[in-house]
Nanobody, 116 residues
Framework: QVQQVESGGGLVQTGGSLKLSCEASISIHSINTVAWYRQAPGKQRAVVATIGNGGNTYYSDSVKGRFTISRDIAKNTVYLLMNTLGPEDTAVYYC??????????WGQGTQVTVSS
């Protein structure tokens, strides 16, 4: 079963940065899209950024200009660099894989907490 593991979360002050990692158990070449989601307390899980097999990217309006999604094909890893963080970015962040034969199951997530 294809799996992914998120890491890199933590506690950071307002204005700070964090870089999250999503390591896949298969080659990124076999994945059509990798998406980062987040779920804040009391809110629904929502997509924040995606990267396609061709390197095309998407960002939600709430993170555009502050977050950057990228990938290291050799490491089967997709990153989410988060800059200028604010308390509104506090959430559990998840990555999800999409592609042929991939179930798209959720990982355990990584907690990001931004203190004011």
């Amino acid at each position: 079963q294809v799996q992914q593991v998120e890491s890199g979360g933590g506690l950071v002050q307002t204005g700070g940065s964090l870089k999250l990692s999503c390591e896949a158990s298969i080659s990124i070449h076999s994945i059509n899209t990798v998406a980062w989601y987040r779920q804040a307390p009391g809110k629904q899980r929502a997509v924040v950024a995606t990267i396609g097999n061709g390197g095309n990217t998407y960002y939600s309006d709430s993170v555009k200009g502050r977050f950057t999604i990228s990938r290291d094909i050799a490491k089967n890893t997709v990153y989410l660099l988060m800059n200028t963080l604010g308390p509104e970015d506090t959430a559990v962040y998840y990555c999800r894989l999409f592609g042929p034969g991939i179930s798209g199951s959720w990982g355990q997530g990584t907690q990001v907490t931004v203190s004011s």
